[in-house]
């Protein structure tokens, strides 16, 4: 489930009424919680503050999350340019 997804259930809110108080149609809350579309830092901005005034706390991080579908991450971070590190921790020490 998406983190939007979650958050809007957590809000006991609409996609209507989420876009309304964003500034977004609900065709937009449904494509960002699908994971078709990506909202824009300022639309996420938006969101944090609707949560918050619901005493929810919200994070960037946390809306922007890779999340999971069927098992697998979901498209923009399963991207070819996304690229594990390389080496750890203990081979740059020498240890």
């Known amino acids: 489930m998406s983190p939007i997804l979650q958050l809007r259930k957590r809000l006991k809110v609409s996609q209507a009424d989420l876009g309304a108080a964003l500034g977004v149609t609900q065709s937009a809350i449904s494509q960002y919680e699908k994971g078709t579309s990506v909202p824009s830092p300022e639309?996420?901005?938006?969101?944090?503050?609707?949560?918050?005034?619901?005493?929810?706390e919200v994070s960037f991080e946390s809306i922007y999350a890779p999340s999971r579908k069927n098992?697998?991450?979901?498209?923009?971070?399963?991207?070819?340019?996304?690229q594990p590190p390389v080496g750890s921790l203990d081979e740059e020490e020498g240890v």
């Open 71 to 82: 098992g697998a991450l979901d498209r923009a971070a399963a991207s070819d340019d996304v």
């Open 43 to 56: 639309i996420v901005r938006r969101l944090i503050e609707f949560a918050k005034t619901a005493g929810i």
